[in-house]
């Protein structure tokens, strides 16, 4: 006997009604307040020890000198790069992975970050680039390589399993074309390539917070509003054709969202893997609701990075690993359940 979900629905005066979902909903609220804290904890932590409590009031305007200036301008734009990255690679996962109707279809597996990776490791190699130069690079290069992915999969429309089996493709051919730049590299370069490759927060600033902000306030709100028919997009392209979803035309525009918001936070962070992959199959667990769970993503991506970029710091001694490689390891693992998950259920 199936037990039926809590939900809601919300009257405006206007003749307008919205169906909530109480369990979506409150895993929503809990992954902000543990996004929230994470980053509490992580800006208190450093060289420079600060409680919970003065993080706070100093966040506020209520501490010292040397609390504001520690918090405002040395750790805030970390901590606010890895809330935005971290969300941005979540809603971009989930993106791909609905408009693919594949689990696996993450930028991770689709080749993304190994093209702003190409595009990152051009700039370094090649042309001995200043930190703006990769950024644009980067972007450059993740852009390029969603575009060709399109392009190849394209056969009167795109469809899921075709677009995986393409990005899997162009990923190893991109991988190939990395490892032939760090080739040709030399050391200086080579080093200051590997360490960007790996993904990490270190040395972030408001320069790259900005530009994060802009792309979340303008990207966010129009993925939200093509959520409906990207649900009604899951159920195949001709029971939507038969509700009135322009299929072709809303999929090109949320892929294109999808791209520009992965090779962004690339470009900010470095190829920070597994977040896109785990976080939308997590809010997915958590919610327990059919669907993209967009917004519930989104928190998870957020919550997600900051939490593992204080393990990155505080859980390994004296060393302090980039949070690529502890996403990483993370992902592997959640991967290989995942693969164990599918396989046993028959999917692949």
């Not at 990255?85 to 996962?93: D, K």
């Not at 939507?240 to 999929?251: F, I, K, P, T």
């Amino acid at each position: 006997m199936k037990t039926q979900r809590a939900n809601r629905v919300l009257r405006t005066p206007g003749g307008f009604s919205v169906r909530v979902d109480v369990r979506a909903v409150t895993v929503v609220v809990l992954l902000l307040v543990a996004a929230f804290a994470a980053s509490v904890v992580l800006i208190g932590t450093g060289d420079f020890e600060m409680s919970s409590g003065d993080v706070v009031k100093t966040l506020f305007g209520g501490g010292n000198a040397m609390q504001e200036f520690v918090v405002n301008q040395l750790r805030l734009p970390r901590v606010l790069v890895g809330l935005l990255v971290g969300a941005a690679l979540g809603l971009g996962g989930a993106l791909f992975q609905a408009i693919s109707r594949n689990p696996l279809g993450s930028p991770d597996v689709l080749g993304l970050g190994q093209g702003a990776t190409a595009g990152a490791l051009t700039v370094i190699v090649l042309m001995s680039g200043d930190a703006t130069e990769v950024t644009v690079g980067a972007l450059v290069g993740g852009l390029a390589t969603g575009l060709a992915i399109y392009v190849l999969a394209w056969k009167r429309g795109v469809h899921g399993y075709r677009l995986v089996l393409v990005g899997i493709g162009v990923s190893a051919i991109v991988t190939a074309v990395n490892g032939y730049l760090l080739t040709k590299a030399d050391l200086v370069d080579a080093s200051r390539a590997v360490v960007w490759m790996t993904g990490s927060l270190n040395g972030r600033g408001w320069d790259q917070v900005w530009p994060l902000l802009v792309l979340c306030a303008v990207l966010v709100p129009l993925v939200l509003a093509g959520g409906r028919g990207l649900r009604m997009m899951e159920m195949g392209d001709d029971v939507s054709y038969a509700l009135g979803v322009r299929v072709e035309r809303l999929r090109m525009l949320l892929l294109v969202a999808a791209v520009l918001l992965v090779a962004t936070a690339t470009a900010a962070a470095g190829p920070v893997s597994f977040v896109a992959l785990t976080a939308p199959q997590l809010a997915r667990r958590l919610t327990r609701t059919p669907g993209p769970n967009l917004v519930p993503s989104v928190c998870m991506g957020a919550a997600l990075l900051v939490t593992a970029d204080w393990a990155s710091q505080r859980l390994f001694g004296a060393d302090q690993l980039p949070v690529g490689v502890v996403t990483g390891v993370l992902g592997g693992v959640y991967l290989l359940w995942l693969l164990v998950t599918e396989r046993k259920a028959g999917r692949i």
